[in-house]
């Protein structure tokens, strides 16, 4: 572990640079840079190396050059991240020196190729074999949930160390495995792929006995009972009127037999018949008039109802003793 010379030293030279990469730096940037580089090594030092990468990869992303680069790579190797670590030091190797740079760039490319070799022996390696896929089926494999090239199954991928959760799809099937790798370990993972429940169809067409009901059939006003009770009312009013007619030439008869309304015993007939027909004529005006008003309240409160079965309405007269009226079906 360097003395806190070396790491200020470090930052101070990646602040100074000018080189093209940090040339466009302001002065907030820079100081910004060396800070972030103080606390990234304060906090490696104490074991917090995720906060520590936080940091450095901050004041890389301000400054771009390989001194920053370099302790990305380090932390990201001592978190176990040795692919992302090589990536980072590829590009590290891969910048091209300018004749002004501080020499600290260039002990850092050096340090680079140092730590890439080490770690190129570190890496794992995985190769991924999938069988029971139907012939011709597109077999999609995903390491940790990331999909991976369909090129690379069954050829050695390079991975980090750790457990790794693997798997393989196609239309109709499906297969997983999990394995743990050690550094520099090289493993066969072989996944056998099983068939997946297919979702229930739903039917596109309908039998006869699937058929949906009819349509309930329309509402509408029924006027039946209105034309029943108007029917009613017409004719009560009719026999009223006629009953009444017959009655008044009964009484113009025994307005003649009767001097001084005192009919003799031989009217008496004539008499008892004309009081019934006086009874019936009352009884059958009044029964019009309730039919004529009921249909008239049937008519204008009436409420829209489903059609029904015609049913044929009779109405009929009736004369009993001492009354009268109208009966009916409807």
């Known amino acids: ?86 990536d980072t030091l590829a590009q590290i190797m891969s910048s091209v020196p300018t004749p002004r740079e501080p020499a600290q760039f260039r002990q850092a490319r050096a340090q680079a190729q ?90 596109t067409t309908t039998t006869e006995e699937e058929a949906p009901p009819p349509p309930a059939p329309e509402a509408h006003r029924s006027y039946a009972l209105p034309i029943v009770l108007f029917s009613i009312g017409g004719a009560g009013l009719i026999a009223g009127g006629v009953t009444g007619a017959l009655m008044l030439a009964k009484q113009s008869d025994l307005s003649t037999s009767c001097p001084n309304h005192v009919c003799p015993p031989s009217q008496y007939g004539a008499l008892d018949t004309a009081n019934m027909l006086a009874m019936v004529s009352t009884v059958a005006f009044i029964a019009g008039g309730v039919g004529v008003a009921a249909g008239l309240v049937a008519l204008l409160v009436g409420k829209p109802s489903a059609p029904a079965a015609p049913q044929a309405a009779s109405i009929e007269p009736w004369i009993g003793f001492g009354s009268a009226g109208f009966r009916g079906t409807f």
Request: aromatic share 2%; net charge negative.
């Open 114 to 203: 140092t730590l890439d070799a080490e770690l190129e022996a570190r890496v794992p390696t995985v190769t991924v074999t999938v069988s029971g896929a139907a012939e011709g089926a597109a077999v999609n494999l995903s390491v940790d949930g990331v999909a991976v090239p369909s090129a690379v199954i069954g050829l050695p991928r390079r991975i980090n160390p750790g457990h790794h959760v693997m798997i393989a799809t196609t239309s109709t099937s499906e297969g997983r495995a999990e394995v743990d790798l050690k550094e520099g370990e090289k493993q066969d993972v072989s996944i056998v792929l099983a068939a997946t429940a297919k979702p229930a169809t739903t039917p």
């Open 1 to 86: 572990m360097g003395s806190r010379f070396t790491k200020t030293g470090l930052a101070l030279a990646c602040c100074l640079a000018v080189a093209a990469p940090a040339a466009a730096q302001s002065a907030a940037d820079k100081e910004t840079a060396r800070s972030l580089m103080d606390q990234g090594n304060d906090l490696r030092d104490h074991g917090d190396l995720k906060g520590a990468l936080a940091r450095f990869e901050a004041a890389n992303q301000i400054m771009h050059v390989p001194t920053t680069a370099l302790e990305v790579a380090r932390t990201r190797a001592l978190l176990g991240l040795l692919v992302e670590a090589r």
